[in-house]
């Protein structure tokens, strides 16, 4: 078994974008969702790994459900690459509702929407990781569930459920099973988007500027400092 779940992410209610819904583990008073009932023992054991700030697990995260797949929260590897793609739509949705400038509205950055695939079976009990090189990937395995802590970054610690322009979502993926140009151009221009705005000191603010430079290019089709300056303006 499967399953893909966003640990830094807190959702108000299921979002659905394309063949995916992007459902709360638990609500506001802890009841989980009818969905997920069936994995919440085995979810509980895997998130004890996922910790804030002071080290205590998260206890909630964000978990992705297909119709098709029976159980729906069981997804397929070849699901993998269509899960980045609406994870980058959903980025850009939280994005389109971001109040700048103040620490009282909404804000989010794709530091919120890292998503992690867990493979499982049933009792729960360790864990192995795949970490990825430039000549393939290494595993280390041996662990028990809450062994190995992977703590939040600083830059998606937040206390409030993400915002999200849910009529955007529904608008993009409209548009994408249309074969929409522009859609077709907006997928590529989401790859750079989300780096340049993960809020991490790690990304030096000068990549971030090139980064962004690049997503437009991408999304205008146009390539160049002074056709890209024509085509914003």
């Excluded at 939280?94 to 530091?111: E, H, I, R, V, W």
């Excluded at 750079?192 to 500027?209: G, P």
Aim: with cysteine; net charge negative.
């Amino acid at each position: 078994m499967q399953i893909a779940f966003f640990p830094w992410l807190r959702l108000t209610h299921p979002i659905a974008l394309g063949p995916f819904t992007f459902v709360p583990f638990k609500d506001d008073l802890g009841h989980i969702a009818p969905a997920l009932a069936d994995v919440a023992e085995s979810l509980n054991t895997i998130l004890r790994g996922y910790v804030d700030m002071r080290g205590a697990s998260v206890g909630n995260c964000v978990v992705v459900t297909h119709a098709r797949s029976n159980p729906v929260w069981d997804l397929r590897d070849e699901d993998h690459e269509l899960i980045i793609r609406y994870a980058k739509i959903l980025t850009l949705c939280a994005f389109a509702k971001n109040d700048y400038n103040t620490n009282m509205g909404c804000y989010a950055n794709s530091s919120h929407f890292q998503f992690v695939r867990q493979r499982f079976t049933v009792p729960v009990d360790y864990i192995a990781f795949d970490t990825r090189r430039r000549d393939g990937s290494t595993t280390d395995g041996g662990y028990r569930h809450g062994e190995v802590r992977f703590p939040v970054p600083p830059q998606a610690k937040s206390s409030r459920d993400a915002c999200i322009d849910t009529g955007l979502g529904t608008a993009i993926a409209r548009a994408i099973s249309g074969n929409s140009p522009t859609a077709q151009s907006l997928l590529a221009a989401l790859l750079f988007f989300d780096l340049a705005n993960t809020d991490t000191d790690v990304m030096q603010l000068e990549a971030e500027v090139i980064l962004m430079g690049s997503a437009f290019e991408q999304l205008l089709g146009t390539y160049g400092e002074r056709r890209l300056n024509q085509a914003v303006g």
